[in-house]
């Protein structure tokens, strides 16, 4: 049974898991960039079909978010609907000019890319935006896309995440996308977590468990954790062959006449 704790004057702090919704802007434009609720993200023309609009599990302390919005979570009641402002020194930080850069043209051909103003682009395993586009050049800015931004969000908890078993789902919804298919089960300070088969093959699963390692162990002060594969070898049914039939002995013909003579 599910108990994530629901209202009741039940306030939030560092190491606990909630389940949030939220809605922010930029304040300088007043535009939405970010949002739990898929009507809003439509409204706003920032829906994306491979984003699963709900509310989200976060480990509070975890470095998921901005460091202004963990302060605002830290102490909010459960239930209460917050809104909080947030400068760009505790969002993504002040912009960097030294992070504006001129590319030429012919390195996005090697790529065979045809740069365009507003196109993000990864160079040297860096992601960018391109600002401006000249002739044989391009200007492309590493900066974070909400440098130098003050973000307004407003937020509610919508539940305090208790059981075990249920923060351990949590963790994985955060970490890999899913908890489906995978069955926690948490012995004293020892978690023994059974795969689902998918992640047998699943590269994304292959980097993501070393987060949900970290988290677990931050989160339910796990001092070991498990993870279990199954093998099943599943015997098929044996066909029952009918056995031979026992051959009768051939008669001998008679000799015919002209093989007598």
Known sequence: MSTEKSHDAVKISKGDIIRLEYDAWVVET???????????????????????????PMLLGGGRTFP???DALEGAEVGVENEVVIPPEKAAGQRDPKLVELHPVREFVKQKIEPRVGMEVSMKNRMGTIMAVTTGRVRVDFNRPLAGKSLRYKFKVLSKI??????????????????????PIVEDEKIVLELPDVCKYDQKWLL??????????DALKANTV????????KEEEKKETPAPKESEPEKKEAPKESDSQ
């Open 162 to 183: 208790e059981a075990p078993e249920d923060r351990i789902k949590a963790v994985l919804e955060m970490d890999y996308g899913t908890s489906e298919g995978f069955k």
């Open 68 to 70: 202004g919005l963990e």
């Open 226 to 233: 498990k993870f279990v594969e199954e093998y099943v070898t």
């Open 30 to 56: 007043g535009a939405l960039f970010d949002t739990t609720n898929a009507e809003k993200a439509k409204e706003a023309n920032i829906f994306n079909e491979n984003v699963t609009y709900v509310p989200i």
């Open 208 to 217: 993501a468990k070393y987060r949900v390692v970290t988290d677990l162990r």
